[in-house]
């Protein structure tokens, strides 16, 4: 079973965040500065050691890779950031295709939205996001054309599986997808694999998904939808329709104007004297377990935790009740249903360092190297260990 963990590149320092956030802003900074916001929140989180790491540091990712691969994660999924060109946080990724033992199977998610103030709990656009046509598609596909060609990059029948975090905002997405599958073919390959990330695509009525292989179950946000979709009226067909307007409306603005309207009104309608939602851990858990992939192209996912109060103080939500011991047995579970139900034979795991929203696998002073144990233990028991 290939387990494939989300990579977050924001720890080391970029010109874009020293002037936005304050000098050596880095994801790091958020995870530093949380506080307890309740009885038994377990905040701080810290790293073991103390390990606040910089990921220009070739010895961290060769380590990241090593530790990962031990425990039985199959590869990691980089988070990828292009805005008509503007690249950031590109560093680790460039300094990992350049060094052959950073010795772990990767693909690439592009991070589509517009660049903004989220880092610090703030809707400001910084850097709006447009995707152009052919001259842009080349030039992107042209970057990305390196890393598809490393024998590290995960392929299926000669074809790179690239992912795209919010398909639904593209305006030109069948185009530049059929023109990114002809370069493809034009370099050697046979096409493209696609697949898309963000739960709003999959509840777009009408939407096209026709050049997409894959739509990955991002958790805990399909967890989140189905725990909130289950009373009567949730289900009512008016309810639905004003949702899907709404989403569209969203969709739209963005596409017209690169703005992500529904983070702007998200984080003006929560309150100063907002308290942190808390979602019991286990119910998330049993909703992944029950659902029901919508076609054959769903891929299951799967998440260690989540807490983003270090990012967004009281208007965060933590996810209640996690531990090593339920995340082995909840893994098992679904190692076997990605078999048997998905007819998969990977896995999307949020994620491998997601510091500052409590989604990391990565050994601390919490848990240690627990949480890595019981995805090896989950592997193991199932036959599924990939190395």
């Not at 390959?189 to 991002?218: C, H, V």
Request: aromatic residues 16%.
């Amino acid at each position: 079973m290939k387990i494939i963990a989300f990579y977050l590149p924001q720890f080391h320092d970029i010109p874009e965040n020293d002037e936005w956030w304050g000098k050596g802003f880095t994801e790091w900074v958020n995870v530093k500065k949380a506080q307890p916001l309740y009885k038994g929140h377990e905040q701080p989180r810290i790293p073991m050691n103390e390990n606040y790491y910089n990921l220009l540091d070739d010895n961290v990712k060769i380590w990241q890779a090593n530790i990962a691969k031990e425990y039985g994660i199959y590869g990691f999924c980089y988070y990828h950031y292009w805005f008509g060109g503007k690249l950031l946080l590109e560093k680790p990724m460039e300094q990992m295709l350049k060094n052959p033992k950073v010795d772990i199977p990767f693909c690439i998610s592009w991070a589509n939205e517009p660049w903004t103030k989220a880092w610090v709990n703030e809707s400001k656009v910084l850097i709006p996001q447009f995707y152009g046509g052919k001259k842009e598609w080349k030039e992107h596909f042209d970057y990305l054309l390196p890393f598809f060609k490393d024998n590290r990059y995960i392929k299926e029948d000669n074809k790179p599986l690239f992912i795209i975090y919010r398909a639904e905002v593209i305006d030109c997405l069948n185009d530049m997808l059929d023109y990114w599958t002809e370069l493809a073919q034009q370099n050697g390959f046979s096409g493209m694999k696609y697949a898309y990330q963000n739960l709003t695509f999959d509840l777009m009525p009408n939407r096209d998904d026709s050049r997409f292989d894959y739509n990955i179950e991002f958790q805990p946000s399909y967890a989140w939808n189905d725990l909130n979709n289950k009373s009567a009226v949730q289900k009512s067909k008016l309810w639905n329709f004003l949702r899907s307007v709404k989403r569209r409306i969203y969709a739209e603005t963005e596409k017209r104007l690169g703005f992500d309207l529904q983070r702007y009104f998200n984080h003006k309608g929560k309150e100063k004297n907002a308290s942190v939602l808390k979602t019991d851990y286990d119910e998330a858990w049993k909703a992944i377990l029950e659902h029901i992939p919508e076609n054959e192209k769903n891929i299951p996912g799967a998440f260690v935790g989540w807490d983003n109060t270090p990012r967004k103080g009281h208007r965060g939500q933590v996810y209640i009740g996690d531990t090593p011991e339920k995340l082995n047995k909840y893994m098992s579970e679904q190692i076997q249903r990605a078999k048997s139900i998905y007819k998969k034979d990977m896995i999307f795991m949020y994620a491998w360092n997601e510091w500052a929203e409590g989604g990391y696998l990565e050994p601390d002073e919490r848990t240690g190297y627990k949480n890595l144990e019981a995805i090896r233990d989950a592997l193991k028991a199932n036959n599924e260990f990939p190395w």
